[in-house]
Every structure is written in C-alpha cells, then in structure tokens.
C-alpha cells in the first residue's frame, strides 16, 4: 500500500529535527534501530572508488569488475577464482575493518535504553562496537560464516581461519585447490551466508534472532516507540522501511525516524510523527552524541 502513498518533503530546520530525534531519544520506552548499507557506507566502508581500487585492481583489470557489490555476482570460470574473490573480500569488510565511528556513537546514544537492532547488513559491525549480541538480528546473513552451498542442512560455520588461509596463500586471483572449503555432510561446495537467493540458510542462530525481535516488537507495540531508520535505501523496503512506516502508522504513540542522504521521506499519513534527515549519517550521530544530556540547539 506504501508504494501508492504520496511522501512528504519537510520544511522544519536542521536544529529543529536534531532537537525533535534527541528528545525522542531521550524519552521513548523502546528504540528500534533499523540499519542498511548507509550506514556502513558512513563508516567509510565503501564498496567502490578508492577502497575498491586498493583491495582489487587486479580483479578490475582482469575481469572488469568494478566495485565489490557486483563483484559478489561475477561468473568465475573455477572456485579457485570464486574463493580468491570472497576470501580477500570477507577478510578487508569483516575481519579486518575496525570499528565504524557511526556505530560506536550509536551505542553511545542507546546503550542505556532499551533498543533492538535489526539489519540488512552483513559486516558484524554491531556486535564489532559492542552492541549486545542478543539485541541484534542480522536478516540477510553474516560474511563471517558459511553454509553448505545445495544446502543439504541448515548449520552455518565459522570461517575466519579457513578466510584469513586463503587470503594469505592465494595466487594470481587464485586460492591453492586444497583450501575450497566443502560441505562435511554431502561434499557440496560451501557458499557464503548471504541472502541472494532461495539456497540462504536460516540456522538456529537466525531463527534464535528472530523470535528476539518479534517477542520485543509485541511487548512495545502500545508504548511510544521510535523507530531510528539509518541508511535504508529502496534495494529491500520490505525488510526494514515498509514495517517501520506500518508500526509507525498503527501506533498512535510511535515516532518515524529516517536518517539517510538524499532518501530521506515518509509517508503522509505518518508526516505529523516522522522525523526525515536528509544528511550525512556520521555527521548527524556525532552530533547527537556531543548534545547528549545538553539542552535544545535552540537554547
């Protein structure tokens, strides 16, 4: 119904809205943190330009590759190929990114409340900036385990060491044969958690998450909640925008906040309890952070 719903453009200052996300912030019962790919992005962990051409300028030369996104997609003629890609990938966005700033001034900002996180993203970010493990659910999968690739079961694994192996022994965008990580039940090759299409394996970890964040969705359904949407674009709304703008306009006591920039709008039948910023993550959560326990930026 969202998709035939005019959206609403909001004329309140800058200071206004910062002032407006801080209170609500401060005083909502349950925060319910919805994060996409923005955010990492605002991290500086970004999937083209320079960063793509520090890590894989071998791969765009050879194969015309162009960021890492689409790189995830490309044909390799052998898994020797597949696993250079994905272990060289997974090692630089999981294992050895660091913290994002963004995240630790989000926890920051929550740590005291009583929030859930759900996201889209795949990098262990949340948990990398000490964000309770139990307050998060991760939908799409997580870089730092795999699953059996048909699948002929529903286990995931831990893959750090097996990554951190072929990124240090791959060869001329090629890991050695030894290294393609198989299934230990059927032999199958594995594949990397993701959800890209109906072969994602949901273990009971995600499911364990799951239950989490529904059980927390019911118990705060009547109180006033905010609803923090980070860098949520239109690849997959039906995930975290839609049911966000939904809560949002069944709850009388909810209030809608979306921080991303140059998509940053709501529905209007929600505009009066919609919070829209259409600005830079970093810098607004840093801003948030340093007025913390302050007053209005009106005085």
């Not at 966005?93 to 989000?106: F, M, Q, T, W």
């Amino acid at each position: 119904m969202f998709l035939r719903t005019s959206t609403w453009k909001f004329t309140e200052t800058y200071s206004d809205k910062i002032d407006r996300l801080k209170h609500e912030l401060e005083t909502a019962d349950a925060i319910v943190i919805g994060a996409g790919a923005g955010l990492s992005a605002a991290a500086g962990m970004h999937y083209s330009g320079e960063r793509f051409e520090r890590y894989f300028s071998d791969f765009r030369r050879k194969y015309g590759i162009t960021d890492m996104y689409s790189g995830g997609f490309y044909p390799f003629d052998t898994l020797e190929e597949y696993w250079a890609w994905w272990s060289r990938h997974i090692l630089i966005n999981r294992y050895e990114a660091g913290v994002g700033k963004p995240y630790a001034d989000l926890l920051e900002l929550v740590r005291d409340r009583d929030y859930f996180v759900l996201t889209t993203n795949v990098d262990h970010q949340f948990q990398l900036a000490g964000f309770d493990k139990k307050r998060l659910f991760y939908t799409q999968g997580d870089y730092g385990l795999w699953q059996c690739s048909r699948p002929c079961h529903d286990k995931t694994y831990d893959n750090e060491e097996a990554v951190r192996q072929m990124a240090a022994e791959q060869k001329d965008m090629k890991i050695p044969s030894k290294l393609i990580p198989r299934c230990p039940f059927c032999g199958a090759p594995m594949n990397v958690n993701l959800r890209c299409d109906d072969t994602f394996v949901e273990d009971e970890g995600w499911h364990r998450a799951a239950e989490r964040y529904n059980d927390f969705i019911r118990r705060h359904e009547k109180q006033h909640v905010l609803f923090l949407e980070l860098g949520v674009g239109g690849n997959t709304p039906v995930i975290i925008k839609y049911p966000f703008w939904r809560m949002t306009e069944r709850n009388p006591r909810a209030v809608y906040t979306c921080v991303n920039q140059g998509e940053a709008d709501c529905p209007i039948g929600i505009v009066k309890r919609s919070i829209c910023i259409d600005d830079d993550i970093r810098a607004v959560l840093e801003l948030l952070k340093e007025n913390a326990g302050k007053g209005s930026q009106n005085g």
